[in-house]
């Protein structure tokens, strides 16, 4: 069955440190999709990234870095020098095969970041 | 712009009434998406439609309802039957249902049954 783990749920910081929200996942497909949204106290999901199985490289996205590793199934994200704007629930998902073709989001339960000026 | 609209943002009916959550997209997108997102649990779906005119359950359909007779709209009805409605509704879409394609979210709407 398809899982996704975020083992933390609340982490808070002092502006400008950096920060790592774990996300573990479970699949039996060997090739599959992960995605990390953020929803900030608004509500909206915004999409950060999507990444497909076969590329595991690191991928930087300005103070955003996301690091996944195939062995041990996990697609961490990284915000360095982190800031107030930057407080909101951040979600780590899997795609999973719904029939017909088809495929959805498995979500984790998100991690709560809180920036502390 | 292009976008996912969702209104009301806040709604609240009385128990034993039914509720009708609107959703508009203007991204030309075909497939769309409810899910309900209760405190501290991640997004769970409650119904999927991949093209017009057809829609297939989710996770946790029992107690909901939807339609799609239009591209752009994909209306979700809380009914009665649904034992513990209130919680925070997103509706999502995207271009299709293969894997490469990304849900884009609206801003939700949060529904309290008093």
């Known amino acids: 069955a398809q899982k996704v783990t975020q083992a933390q749920t609340e982490i808070s910081v002092v502006e400008k440190e950096d920060v790592t929200l774990d996300c573990v996942y479970e699949t039996r497909d060997t090739t599959y999709y992960l995605f990390w949204y953020k929803q900030p106290p608004s509500g909206e999901l915004v999409f950060l990234i999507r990444r497909n199985s076969f590329d595991e490289q690191n991928e930087i996205s300005g103070r955003y870095s996301w690091n996944f590793q195939k062995s041990t199934s996990s697609f961490n994200f990284t915000i360095t020098a982190s800031q107030v704007v930057d407080s909101a629930v951040y979600f780590c998902a899997l795609d999973t095969y719904s029939g017909a073709g088809s495929y959805q989001l498995t979500f984790g339960k998100g991690t709560k970041l809180s920036v502390i000026p | 712009d292009g976008g996912i609209t969702q209104s009301p943002k806040y709604l609240f009916r009385k128990e034993g009434q039914n509720v009708t959550l609107s959703c508009e997209q203007n991204?030309?997108?075909?497939?769309m998406y409810w899910y309900r997102q209760d405190p501290g649990q991640g997004l769970r779906l409650i119904y999927y439609s991949q093209i017009v005119n057809d829609f297939q359950k989710g996770d946790i359909a029992e107690g909901y309802s939807v339609s799609r007779e239009k591209k752009e709209s994909f209306p979700l009805t809380v009914t009665s039957a649904q034992k513990n409605p209130t919680a925070f509704y997103l509706c999502a879409s995207s271009f299709g249902t293969m894997r490469t394609d990304t849900q884009y979210f609206g801003p939700g709407t949060r529904l309290t049954v008093l």
């Open positions: 991204l030309n997108h075909d497939a």
